[in-house]
């Protein structure tokens, strides 16, 4: 019995592929990053990049401070080969005529790290943005957050300073002037003295929890420093677009060597993050 299901699968498995195959149709499957078109494995994505299942090369990507795939590039006997080269316009378009391209037409993570589309639009999880006009295909579903902006309007129309990762949840400021290496150190820090936090301080705890599943996005920035490149102070301030009535979130700055408290050291940064998440609580 268990023979005549297995074999029936199989043969059901190869029959769809070779309709889809007459009809020219191809089907992509996602499977906690495995990605699979009409069942055959393309890639699946690495801390780096990601790795190729067609050419068995591990193939590392360049992003800038937005998150936009800008270089393809993998080793090879000779040092470093390029594969794809990505430049964009502002809102997204892409340069033509001049980019090497011809890595993996499987791999579509672009513009902000999204996956571009047939279609042209970019998937962001709750819509479709397309970069040719710069607008969102549907209408913003937190649009009273922004009263000021069309709901249509992608980041505030300011796509050099902002991205819309469709969070509702705190995210973390990629500081452009710091290693991928020291952003990363960095947060698991923070998030190291988050958990003590939260372990000492209910209030703490229900804020941080508040703050996570807000539809207002607060951003934390981790020992950045001033125009002065003097290390920034803990400070709160609430994003641009704030309204008393309805919220608009915060960014949170933070300085995690900071230990001291009315002049004792006691070792540990925690009650100024404190302090801090409950000024955003009000934003």
């Known amino acids: 019995?268990?023979?005549n299901l297995i074999t029936r699968?199989?043969?059901?498995t190869i029959d769809r592929v070779k309709v889809k195959k007459l009809f020219g149709t191809v089907t992509t499957d996602y499977l906690d990053g495995f990605q699979y078109e009409n069942e055959t494995l393309k890639f699946f994505p690495t801390a780096e990049g990601y790795y190729n299942a067609?050419?068995?090369?591990?193939?590392?990507?360049?992003?800038?401070?937005?998150g936009n795939t800008r270089l393809s590039y993998f080793k090879n006997g000779a040092g470093a080969e390029i594969i794809e080269e990505s430049n964009y316009y502002p809102f997204g378009l892409k340069h033509e005529g001049y980019n090497v391209l011809s890595g993996n037409p499987a791999y579509k993570c672009k513009y902000n790290g999204k996956e571009l589309q047939e279609s042209g639009m970019y998937d962001y999880g709750?819509?479709?943005?397309?970069?040719?006009?710069?607008r969102w295909g549907v209408v913003d579903p937190l649009a009273e957050l922004y009263r000021r902006w069309s709901p249509y309007s992608y980041v505030m129309n300011n796509p050099l300073r902002f991205i819309d990762p469709d969070g509702r949840q705190?995210?973390?400021?990629?500081?452009?002037?710091?290693?991928?290496k020291e952003n990363r150190e960095l947060r698991r820090e923070?998030?190291?003295?988050?958990?003590?936090?939260?372990?000492?301080?209910?209030e703490a705890r229900n804020n941080w929890n508040t703050l996570v599943k807000s539809k207002n996005v607060h951003t934390i920035h981790l020992n950045e420093k001033d125009s002065d490149g003097n290390m920034m102070m803990n400070e709160t301030k609430p994003k641009d677009g704030y309204n008393s009535g309805i919220g608009g979130g915060s960014d949170i700055y933070l300085n995690l060597?900071?230990?001291?408290?009315?002049?004792?050291?006691?070792?540990?940064?925690i009650i100024g993050i404190g302090h801090q998440e409950g000024y955003a609580l009000r934003f």
């Open 170 to 180: 705190v995210e973390y400021a990629e500081d452009p002037n710091k290693s991928k």
């Open 1 to 3: 019995m268990v023979y």
């Open 54 to 66: 067609e050419t068995g090369k591990y193939v590392y990507n360049y992003t800038d401070h937005l």
């Open 190 to 202: 923070f998030k190291r003295h988050q958990r003590e936090l939260n372990k000492q301080s209910e």
């Open 126 to 134: 709750a819509r479709f943005y397309m970069a040719d006009i710069g």
């Open 257 to 269: 060597n900071k230990t001291t408290v009315q002049g004792v050291d006691i070792g540990t940064p």
């Open 9 to 12: 699968n199989v043969i059901f």
